[in-house]
């Protein structure tokens, strides 16, 4: 998620957006409407932020705290699609497309979000430039990303898919000071991102940490040799 998109918003949510003149795109009774609508919302751990098939009425932007997309499968099973941290938007695609929202969004820990309602939203994509241009990249962003997951569920073992997503976790959520992944998750969690069952989940896990490739501390991981588990991921 480009950083950009939550420093515009904050900017807009702290002073009006007067570095970019946006303010003077509002008439008053929209700035003050505007001001007032804006909310700043808490979730704690294990909240639905927005849920599937539901209607939008705006979107979330993540201050502070982790979230996971996923969608439920005909046999109620639960796959994640990705996660979400700070500077991510949530709810914006279907807000630009008009329909409801293809997936749920869970909070992983305690967040803090500005929750912007969808008619200031446009308005304020129609006087920025530059933040409807980071959308627009979030979108192809994401496009990208969904088409290097179908290819890794469909073309790799769950092994290969395991260590990889491992690495890609990392990449994108970073480390803590002990060098764990800035993630708890649970066992049934990893074995729905990768798309297998908790049981191989939990044997491909102990696996990997009898091979000396992770550590792990209850449910947060870290990656003790990365070329090795590289390799583990067929990444070459």
């Known amino acids: 998620m480009p950083e950009d998109i939550i420093s515009d918003i904050g900017c807009v949510v702290r002073n009006g957006f007067n570095s970019l003149d946006i303010q003077n795109g509002f008439s008053k009774e929209e700035w003050k409407a505007f001001m ?3 909310e700043e919302v808490n979730f704690k751990k294990g909240e639905i932020i927005i849920k599937e098939n539901s209607v939008p009425k705006g979107v979330f932007c993540i201050k502070t705290g982790k979230a996971k997309l996923y969608r439920n499968g005909f046999n109620g099973k639960e796959q994640i699609l990705r996660f979400l941290q700070e500077g991510d938007l949530i709810g914006y695609r279907s807000i630009l497309c008009g329909e409801t929202f ?103 896990i102990s696996e990997f940490k009898n091979d000396e490739l992770i550590e792990v501390d209850k449910r947060k991981i870290k990656i003790l040799n990365q070329e090795k588990l590289l390799k583990s991921a067929n990444i070459k």
């Open 102 to 204: 293809s997936a749920s969004a869970t909070a992983l820990e305690d967040m803090e979000i500005t929750y912007i309602p969808e008619r200031f939203f446009i308005k304020l994509l129609e006087l920025s430039p530059t933040l409807a241009f980071d959308i627009l990249k979030k979108i192809s962003h994401d496009l990208g990303e969904a088409g290097k997951t179908i290819t890794l569920l469909a073309q790799k073992t769950v092994r290969e898919r395991l260590a990889e997503i491992l690495i890609l976790l990392e990449e994108k959520l970073g480390v803590d000071k002990f060098g764990f992944i800035n993630i708890e998750l649970t066992r049934e969690e990893i074995a729905n991102l990768v798309g297998t069952a908790t049981e191989s989940a939990i044997r491909l």
């Open 36 to 38: 007032y609508e804006k």
